[in-house]
């Protein structure tokens, strides 16, 4: 099935959605290509995060799916937290997957305006997010859409 993405539409997530969002796991552990940690652990890592970031809690949040025709395509995860320079509030995106045969169809755009959309009515100034550094795919679609590098985290496999 083929996206259009004027019949996308974009929805807050319910309790059934959580099995396809576990479902992208692998497309998220997939960005994640480190001669130092096998395969396992980057998607062990992966499932747990996962299942963190949809956990309770109090902080502000938000879960959108991307679907059409009621196919889930993607989903998004935001959340409020503290800037590490400002000590501000503000967005941050932990989690954001769109299914391979979505992928290059506007859906993660469409996930994307609407977090921007949502953290700005929350009154956030900045929207942050990590990525992994050899997720070339993402680190290109994210700069298209005006994200900047703030820090960068190196690791050195010491063996």
Known sequence: MEPNIDMISIRHAESEDFEFICSLSPVLAGGAKFGWHSSEVIQKFQDNYI??????????????VAEKEGVALGFVHARE????????????IPLLAVAENAQ????GKKLMEAVETWSKEQG????????????NQAKGFY?????????????????
């Not at 290059?104 to 859906?107: A, F, L, N, S």
């Not at 956030?124 to 997720?135: D, I, K, S, Y």
């Not at 700069?143 to 063996?159: R, S």
């Open 51 to 64: 299942s963190e970031m949809l956990e309770e809690t109090d902080q502000t949040h938000i879960t959108l």
């Open 143 to 159: 700069q298209e859409l005006g994200f900047e590098e703030e820090t960068l985290h190196m690791i050195k496999p010491l063996t």
């Open 124 to 135: 956030f100034r900045l929207l942050h997010l990590e990525v992994f550094a050899t997720n």
């Open 104 to 107: 290059g169809k506007g859906v």
């Open 81 to 92: 937290r503290e800037d590490e320079l400002s000590g501000e509030h503000c967005c941050t």
